[in-house]
């Protein structure tokens, strides 16, 4: 099996790289539902797909990714509400990063669980920058992938350990000394569940790459839109998550041999 992927790697078919497009972008219209769903308390399995605006149930034609929309031309065939782009652009988005971790991880059990992490993220990423809501239940979607990536992958107990232990006790203490003010619950639990995924090494560092990424972006919006102070940090974490599970490895080693090297 080992020398079957191998030899997949080494050819880096086209094929390879346009199903794990195709099968992201099939994966990113599942997203949706969870997107829109999820913060309504509404049932992701056994409610059919309908118009958020006047509720008619979509026929198999209207539900194909991507092609639908367009062929819809951004509209509810029955009501002719306009259909938020967010369905078409996060399919997209979500078939592109699935070839991404294909490019830059091949063909492997972990390339698979980081394709299934990043499309958490990006629910999570979406939903709380509409809502300033962590849905729990991807956080635990997330904790079940890092347990099943320790098995498959993980070379290090000690940093499994340590990762979620260490990220949970930083985030409450650091929640209980600012009053909630600095940190809210739902940003807490997903760094728990990353500190079990990627191990504290590497969650640290995709801690540290969303600080960077909110306070440059955050600020910009503050002065470009004037938006207030107050921002939704899941979708900055989400990014430096999915930064530091793609390559996070080759940024420490780099950031050791920089600064570290005698």
Not at 53 to 64: A, M, N, Q, T, V
Not at 68 to 78: I, P
Not at 98 to 114: C, E, P, S, Y
Request: charged residues 15%.
């Amino acid at each position: 099996m080992k020398e079957a992927l191998n030899l997949i790697n080494e050819s880096s078919p086209a094929v390879f790289y346009i199903m794990a497009l195709l099968f992201g972008i099939a994966v990113g219209s599942f997203l949706n539902v969870c997107i829109y769903r999820i913060p309504k308390k509404e049932s992701i399995v056994t409610v059919p797909s309908h118009c958020m605006s006047c509720g008619k149930k979509l026929h198999w034609y209207e539900l194909i990714p991507v092609f639908s929309y367009l062929f819809l031309r951004g509209k509810c065939s029955g009501c002719k509400a306009k259909i938020s782009p967010q369905y078409c652009i996060v399919e997209l988005a979500n078939g592109l990063l699935w070839a991404l971790v294909f490019f830059v991880k091949g063909l492997q059990v972990d390339t698979i669980l980081i394709q299934l992490l990043i499309s958490a993220l990006l629910v999570i990423a979406v939903i709380d920058a509409r809502t300033k809501e962590i849905p729990f239940p991807i956080v635990i979607f997330i904790a079940v992938l890092g347990g099943i990536r320790v098995i498959f992958h993980h070379e290090s107990w000690l940093d499994v350990i340590l990762g979620p232990v260490v990220m949970a006790v930083l985030f409450l203490a650091l929640i209980f000394f600012s009053n909630g003010r600095a940190m809210g619950g739902g940003d807490y639990k997903l760094c728990t569940a990353m500190g079990l995924f990627l191990g504290l090494k590497l969650c640290f560092l995709g801690l540290v790459i969303g600080c960077i990424l909110g306070s440059i972006i955050h600020v910009a919006r503050m002065i470009i839109k004037h938006v207030g102070r107050e921002l939704a940090f899941g979708p900055y974490l989400a990014a430096g998550f999915a930064i530091s599970a793609l390559w996070g490895a080759d940024i420490w080693g780099w950031y050791i041999s920089k600064f570290f090297s005698f």
